[in-house]
């Protein structure tokens, strides 16, 4: 069974950068995909961004040119690198990785974008 462990979320002023990090326990190698989705308050969860098994990547309009996803097969670890961070990037973000059998989530990380 695969566990998701998230970090790299906290609190960042307007412009600047983060790097969310999600380090599974069990290989994700055989993975379908992988990606990155978050929550902000009164809104339904979105997905931000993902990476399929053959390199392919998709990304939401508003994150577009700004986020980035990446994985690292060897370190069993997919990355969000997020520049130009807005006050509406601040969500609770969740790391999502998809088996041909089912999905397995992340606890989630909060990411605020405030001045």
């Known amino acids: 069974q695969v566990q998701l462990v998230e970090s790299g979320g906290g609190l960042v002023q307007p412009g600047g950068s983060l790097r969310l990090s999600c380090a599974a326990s069990?290989?994700?190698?055989?993975?379908?995909?992988m990606g990155w989705y978050r929550q902000a308050p009164g809104k339904q969860r979105e997905l931000v961004a993902i990476i399929t098994s053959g390199g392919v990547t998709n990304y939401a309009d508003s994150v577009k040119g700004r986020f980035t996803i990446s994985r690292d097969n060897a370190k069993n670890s997919v990355y969000l690198q997020m520049n130009s961070l807005k006050a509406e990037d601040t969500a609770v973000y969740y790391c999502n990785v998809k088996m041909s059998y089912g999905s397995y989530w992340g606890q989630g990380t909060q990411v605020t974008v405030s001045s």
């Open positions: 069990g290989s994700i190698f055989r993975a379908t995909a």
